[in-house]
């Protein structure tokens, strides 16, 4: 069962705009949760973290935000760059569990 | 400090062969943890390792055992391989369970 969603496989957006990346879960354990970045014939890199007593987690141009209620959280990337253009995977995981579980990712493509 | 290192980058196996992938950190982390990313997929986490001694099942273990006898190395074993264990596979490394997970840049599998 795919406990993380990104419904979204790929995203283009003009340099210098904004990017939102979306995510989904479903299990209500989860409460922390993390976004990795990842370029071709590489590992996934980290990028940002939240944990669920925070809305929102900013990092530069990097910015989480968590709706609990919805089982919601998304990436905000302002302004976009060139470099940005990577598969962004979402994650969480539980409290006592080291289970991280991945969505399938959403491939980002930041257009000059 | 190289991080997380994998051998080999590449192979390819026949069905029935057995092979361990190799996975080395040099950043003293207690955690380290094997996934494997199918195309089109998230990282499902196959096993992963608390410490020297100690490792324990992650989401997708069948077919693979593990070994945690220092800090810096957890290898993963393939038996016999089967055409489904074609995948990318990442080995990880963190300090803690809720810390940020460090990947090595991978293995590509192919099972003919």
């Known amino acids: 069962d795919q406990q993380v969603k990104q419904n979204s496989p790929s995203l283009s957006v003009q340099e210098g705009r904004i990017s939102i990346l979306n995510c989904d879960y479903t299990?209500?354990?989860?409460?922390?949760f993390l976004w990795y970045k990842k370029y071709p014939a590489e590992g996934p890199t980290f990028l940002i973290s939240?944990?669920?007593?925070?809305d929102k987690n900013e990092d530069g141009r990097f910015t989480v935000f968590l709706n609990k209620s919805a089982k919601h959280l998304s990436l905000h990337i302002v302004p976009s760059q060139p470099g940005d253009s990577a598969v962004y995977f979402c994650?969480?995981?539980?409290?006592?569990?080291?289970?991280?579980?991945f969505g399938a990712g959403t491939r980002l493509t930041v257009k000059p | 400090n190289a991080g997380v290192t994998q051998t080999p980058k590449f192979r390819i196996l026949k069905i029935g062969q057995s092979m361990t992938l190799q996975c080395t950190q040099d950043?003293?982390?207690?955690?380290m943890y094997w996934y494997r990313q199918d195309p089109g997929m998230g990282l499902k986490l196959i096993y992963y390792?608390?410490?020297?001694?100690?490792?324990d099942k992650g989401e997708v273990p069948n077919g693979y055992n593990v070994s945690r006898s220092t800090t810096e190395d957890f290898p993963l074993r393939l038996e016999l391989a089967a055409p489904s264990q074609t995948s990318v596979y990442f080995c990880?490394?963190?300090?803690?369970?809720?810390?940020?997970?460090?990947f090595g840049p991978g293995t590509r599998l192919t099972v003919l």
């Open positions: 994650a969480a995981k539980a409290s006592g569990s080291n289970d991280m579980r």
């Open positions: 390792s608390v410490g020297a001694g100690i490792t």
């Open positions: 939240i944990s669920s007593i925070k």
């Open positions: 950043m003293n982390h207690n955690y």
């Open positions: 299990n209500s354990m989860f409460d922390y």
């Open positions: 990880a490394s963190s300090l803690a369970g809720y810390n940020e997970q460090f």
